[in-house]
C-alpha cells in the first residue's frame, strides 16, 4: 500500500449524507482524499496529522460567482489579492465572471489572455466562466473546448462596455448552441421594461439620490420576476440549464416552484448581502450598500431564508464584485452614480452561518449551500465541494462558536470597504487546505478571537481549473 501523505482529523467532520457532524480521520494521498476512516483507529506511524479537535471540519467552499477585473482593470481586484481573501474565508475554488476584466472572458483570445494573467498569484483553484454578448455565438465552442465551465449572460447593461448585454433575439440565437454543448447559461435576471418605467415614474420628483430608497425604487421587483420568467421559458425551450445568479426579489419563488414541477432544468442562487442586509437598516448616503439588484426589505429577507430552507435557492455565492473606493462615491453618497457591487468572498462563512444558526440551521445545509451544491453547478462534482474518496483533499477548519467582529483593514481584498463593517460575525476560519496543502493558518486564542498573525502558505499553489480536465 502506498504512503499516506497526511492525515487530517476530527471529531466534527462533515460528510456527505450524515445528519450529523461525525467523528472521522481523511487519509490524504497526491491530494487528494484516499480514504474515510474512523478517528479512534490507530495511526499511521510516520505519516503527519492535523488534528481539527472540536472544531468543524467542512469541505472547501466553492464560490462559483467572483469577479477578479485582470488583467485590464488590476486597480480594481487581481488574481493574487483576490485568492488570499479566498483562502483566508475557507474558500478554496472559485469560478471567475467573464466580465470587468479587459478584454471581457467572450472569446476564445479574451480567455487565453485571462489564464495568462493568472501566472504565479493563484492561492486557490480557479476555474472561468465564458460570456454570452451580442454577435459571439461562433465563439462558445472554441470557448468551452478551451476549457470553460459554462457561459453568463446580462439582460440589463452591466455597467461595463465590453461586455453588453443580450436580448431575447440574442440569446435564441446562442441556445442551439448551448443545448448542444450541454453548457449551462447564467443569466444576470433583470430586465430593462421594468426599470425604465421606475425611471420614468421617479423623473420630475425630487427623490435624493444619496438616499437608499430612490436606488431601490429604481430597481423594482418586477424586473427580477419578467427576467427570471424569460429565462425559465427559454431553458424550457431549448432544453438548456439555466441558472439565475445573485436572486434579491422573493417574489419569484412561485415562479421558481412552478418550473420545479414541470422539470425546467435550472438552478438558483442569492448572496449573503440578500440574506443578511434590508433596505429599512440602510444609511443614506452608505454607498457601500449598492449591489444591483438591490437588497430589498426585510420581510423579502425573510422570505429568501424560508426559500433557501425550503430549497427553491439551491446555494449562496459572494457575487464578489469589488471597485476602487472612489467608484463607490462615498464623499457625496450618491446612489445612483456609485458603482453597484461588494466584495465578500472572505466573509461569506461568517455572514451566512451568523445568520443561518439565528435560524436554526445545521452546519450541514450550510456545507451543501455554500460547497456542494456550488460544485455541482460548474461540473466539478467529483472533484470539489465534498469530502469523499477520490475528491480533492480541500478542507475548511473553522469555529463555530468564535465570534469576532469585521475589521476592514484584517481583509485582503484590494479594497477594504465593506457594508460588513463593525459587524459581529459568529464562525472563525482556524485552517484552509487546498489538495491536501494548508495554505492558511489563524492562531484561535483561548476567547476564540483571530489575532493578527494570519499565515499563508509561501507560494500561491493554487491551479487553474478547466472542465473536463478530471
Ligand atoms: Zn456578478
Redesign the pocket.
Known sequence: MEAIDLIVRGRKVILPGAPDAAPASIHVQHGRVSAIAAASQDLPAGVPVFDAGDLVLMPGIVDP?V?INEPGRVDWEGFSTATRAAAAGGVTTLVE?PLNSIPATTSAEGFRAKLAATAGKLNVDVGFWGGVVPGNTAELRPMWEAGVFGFKCFLVPSGVAEFPHVTEKDLRAAMPVLAELGAPLLVHAELPGPIEKAEKAASGSKAAATRYATWLASRPAEAETEAIALALQLAREFNVHIHI??LSAAEAAPLLAAAWANGTKFSVETCPHYLTFAAEGIPDGATEFKCAPPMRDKDNREKLWAALGDGLIDFIAT?H?PCPPEMKCRETGDFLKAWGGIASLQLELPAVWTLAQQRGYSVQRVAEWLCLRPARLAGLGKQKGTIAVGCDADFVVWNPEGKFRVQPSELYQRHKLTPYAGMEMRGVVAATFLRGRKIFERPVTSQDTPVAANEFATAPIGHVLKRGSR
Open positions: 460567482h469577479h465572471m445568479v445573485h457575487d464584485s
